[in-house]
């Protein structure tokens, strides 16, 4: 949002930067993974506590005003359906297609599997954990991109909600937190689940702590699940 200074003839410039930004942040942490050898949840938490302070230190708290046009172009429509959405329906097509027909995709649900095995097959193990730590940074600077324009501003806490969400939806939708399976359709059933979910519990007036309780559950209830129809397969 600094980048764009609320120009619309800055919008492109804006939107290299988040995709900068997110390239960097998704190497930084591939190096700490792979030159520390520090779990991948530790290593990705504590550079959000150092991202948090560099956007305290350069932000300075405030919150920045998009661009009206791409603050109109988050919320736009199309015979009554958002862009974003129909964006995200063709995302989705695309990535389903790269995880489940090329090589790429198919070496990152090898790893997923068993690391060494992929490893002996021949799959460059390291350079395809690398790239996926990027592209996921990469299309996580653009996310934050359109949250502020969405929100008609950026701040820190922006993203703060979807934080377990996006574990949440990863789980019950099918695709496993060991690695290894990717269900990528099963995160649209998720979505709707857990919206249907939080608009019920909002409906009764429950406070916002009660409905984190209530995402955690599911997720241990859903992983629980999960590992004991592997666990039955298995017997």
């Known amino acids: 949002m600094k980048v764009m200074n609320g120009s619309d003839a800055m919008i492109a410039a804006g939107l290299v930067a988040s995709l900068a930004s997110g390239v960097g942040v ?3 942490n591939y190096l700490l993974i792979w030159l520390l050898r520090i779990p ?3 290593a990705t938490l504590s550079a959000s506590f150092i991202l948090q302070s560099v956007g305290i230190s350069y932000g300075r ?3 920045i005003k998009p661009p009206r046009g791409f603050a109109d172009f988050t919320t736009a429509q199309l015979a ?3 862009l974003l959405a129909i964006g995200t329906v063709i995302f989705t097509y695309g990535i389903a297609i790269l995880l489940h027909r090329t090589i790429y995709g198919r070496s990152v649900l090898a790893i997923g599997q068993n690391a060494r095995a992929a490893w002996l097959a021949g799959i460059a193990v390291e350079r ?3 790239a996926t730590y990027v ?3 990469a299309l996580g600077g653009i996310c934050g991109a359109l949250l502020a ?3 008609r501003g950026s701040s820190l806490e922006i993203g703060d909600e979807y934080l377990l969400t996006s574990i949440a939806l990863v789980v019950i939708g099918g695709t496993s937190v060991s ?3 990717a269900n990528v359709a099963g995160l649209w059933g998720a979505a709707l689940f857990l919206v249907l979910l939080l608009t019920m519990l909002n409906t009764f007036g429950v406070s916002a702590g009660v409905r984190l309780l209530v995402t955690g559950l599911v997720i241990i209830g859903v992983i629980t699940a999960a590992g004991g129809q592997k666990t039955g397969s298995l017997r």
Do not use: D, E, H, T
Request: hydrophobic share 40%; proline share 8%; glycine share 30%.
């Open 149 to 151: 324009g969405y929100f």
């Open 128 to 130: 395809v954990r690398c």
């Open 61 to 63: 708290g405030l919150q």
């Open 179 to 181: 690695g290894g399976n």
């Open 135 to 137: 592209l996921s940074g």
């Open 40 to 42: 991948p949840i530790i």
């Open 80 to 82: 009554g359906i958002p």
């Open 26 to 28: 998704g190497l930084a």
